[in-house]
């Protein structure tokens, strides 16, 4: 979920942080920087880890500050493929769901990563597992089928989920076109920096109340035959 | 800014969670000093002289990513809060006799898996790679982990005693120390820590 990411920056401190012991403030400055922002290609960034190498610090010509040259590790958030996380249900819509960590909620699941036979109630606002039906059932079928046989995915549940892709996006303008002036596309939909793509088809992912217990039948069922 | 490796370690839940309350730690000392000061600034106008330096506020960003994720990492449903330094160590120790990849072990380690069904969600082909060998692992995810959420605060004083043990006070979330078990890479950084394990021991064998 977590990995390290190692980065050489140069920082400036200002001079009423002299009289501090210099690593401290550094690492301030490069949290101030860094935390809590996403790098291109890195991820989501958490926290300063620590500092591997420090130089000297430097007076350049125009300003009372000491440049550092530093080398440094990132916490970042960056979960590899295949990585099962645990999350909560943000909302939901007939595209699929979206899932929130607390602190990153880009996270979100197609409604062809869902488990089959799955449906879109509408007058509910929420998916839900039909489990017992065939696999390949039509939505109006599953619409007829019993409620209490329906596994409704309810908001703010606990879920368990499978990473299957990321997708960062750059959304820097760029330097301005002097034929164009200062114009701003508005009619552009704002496509958040990172993504997470996620799936919850499979034994065992999905919301946690759906398999509570079942381990434990299995595990139950496993010292039977043991003995 | 230069990035020199994206990835240059897998860091564990554990590990993020006590770098997060050791900055926690210090942040309250820090407020405790600008409160300090803010009282005595009130009293008297006085030139401090000039050493005198006007400790900063945490800034907005940090404290945010910090207050959230250190809310997820409480979840009931994760383990993280439960786990100590010793029970990582005695965990990826224990673990190190199966053939398991090291994203499995990573997972393993964040989720602790309770039943068979989280572990088969973890591990791949679990039936066929580790036939006999299930009931084993969840044991040992249990072991030392079970032992604090019994009575959480009860088993933490002990763990405590246990590792302080007469020793001069040490600050129990202190610098890399669980670092050790998962990042392989990297050679010890220029920090202050001092390890209250023997590390040496707790290390994974270089691979």
């Known amino acids: ?227 | 800014m230069e990035i020199i490796k994206a990835r240059a370690a897998f860091l564990s839940n554990y590990e993020v969670y006590s770098l997060l309350q050791e900055m926690e730690a210090k942040q309250l000392e820090q407020t405790r000093a600008i409160m300090a000061t803010k009282k005595e600034e009130n009293s008297e106008d006085l030139y401090k002289g000039p050493n005198y330096v006007v400790p900063e506020e945490v800034s907005e960003n940090v404290r945010t990513i910090q207050v959230e994720l250190l809310q997820y990492l409480n979840n009931e449903n994760l383990p993280t809060a439960r786990q100590s330094e010793e029970a990582v160590a005695h965990l990826t120790r224990g673990l190190r006799k199966y053939q398991l990849t090291k994203a499995e072990k990573l997972q393993i380690v964040n989720l602790c898996p309770q039943s068979v069904l989280e572990l088969y969600v973890i591990v791949e082909e679990m039936e066929s790679r580790f036939e006999n060998d299930v009931d084993d692992i969840l044991k040992l995810v249990q072991e030392k982990l079970a032992e604090r959420s019994k009575n959480t605060q009860e088993a933490e004083e002990t763990y405590l005693a246990d590792v302080v043990d007469a020793e001069e006070e040490q600050d129990i979330w202190g610098g890399e120390g669980p670092s050790q078990y998962l990042e392989e890479e990297f050679e010890e950084g220029a920090d202050d820590f001092e390890p209250m394990l023997d590390i040496d021991e707790a290390r994974e064998p270089q691979d």
């Open chain 1, 1 to 227: 979920m977590f990995i390290l990411t190692e980065i050489r920056d140069t920082v400036a401190l200002q001079p009423h942080t002299f009289g501090f012991e210099p690593t401290e403030v550094i690492a301030r400055e490069l949290n101030k920087k860094y935390a809590n922002r996403i790098l291109q290609d890195i991820g989501l960034v958490i926290s300063v880890f620590d500092l591997t190498k420090c130089g000297e610090g430097k007076v350049r010509y125009g300003d009372g500050c000491l440049w550092y040259k530093v080398e440094f590790r990132l916490a970042v958030f960056r979960p590899f493929i295949s990585e099962v996380l645990i999350g909560k249900v943000k909302s939901q819509d007939e595209d699929g769901i979206r899932v929130t960590l607390t602190f990153f909620d880009e996270v979100h699941i197609d409604k062809s990563q869902l488990p089959a036979p799955c449906a879109f109630d509408s007058s509910r606002q929420k998916f839900f597992w039909a489990a017992q039906m065939e696999p390949d059932t039509k939505r109006t079928e599953l619409m007829d089928s019993p409620f209490q046989e329906r596994l409704y995915i309810e908001l703010d549940a606990p879920i368990r989920f499978r990473v299957e892709g990321d997708e960062f996006y750059d959304d820097e303008p760029g330097p301005p076109k002097a034929a164009q002036g200062a114009k701003y596309d508005l009619t552009v939909s704002k496509r958040p920096p990172y993504r997470i793509f996620a799936s919850i088809a499979g034994q065992g992912m999905g919301p946690l109340e759906w398999w509570a217990g079942v381990g434990q039948a299995d595990e139950q069922n496993n010292e039977q035959m043991d003995e």
